[in-house]
């Protein structure tokens, strides 16, 4: 398992923007894609969107495609979501994790999450 860390969540009116960050120092960091995900009050959690290794592809949620963008840097060992346009229904914790880009979108593939970062958007 990677040690990543969330950060850059905050409090923002609705169309406002935010970015988020997830960095590690963890020297096997390239060898994993890497995916976002939120989980909103008595929600479960959800995919929101994935990067491979090199950044050759992405893979968004429908619910985000056109306003999200995630990318990364491997020597900075960083990916990031930029969030545009947000709404009230983008509230939720956000968390990042990392391993074989075809089984992002299966939750149940990580045995752990770190503490993510709170993102509020008001009306």
């Known amino acids: 398992q990677l040690l990543l860390t969330e950060s850059g969540g905050g409090a923002v009116q609705s169309g406002g923007s935010l970015r988020l960050s997830c960095t590690t120092s963890d020297r096997t960091w390239s060898r994993y894609a890497v995916g976002w995900y939120r989980q909103a009050p008595g929600k479960e959690r959800e995919f929101v969107a994935s990067?491979?290794?090199?950044?050759?592809?992405?893979k968004y949620a429908a619910s985000v495609r056109g306003r999200f963008m995630i990318s990364r840097d491997n020597d900075q060992k960083t990916a990031w979501l930029q969030m545009n346009n947000l709404n009230p229904e983008d509230t939720a914790v956000y968390y990042c994790?990392?391993?074989?880009?075809?089984?992002?979108?299966?939750?149940?593939?990580?045995?752990?999450w770190g503490q993510g970062t709170q993102v509020t958007v008001s009306s």
């Open positions: 994790n990392a391993g074989a880009y075809a089984y992002l979108y299966n939750l149940k593939t990580f045995t752990s």
């Open positions: 990067i491979t290794r090199y950044s050759d592809d992405t």
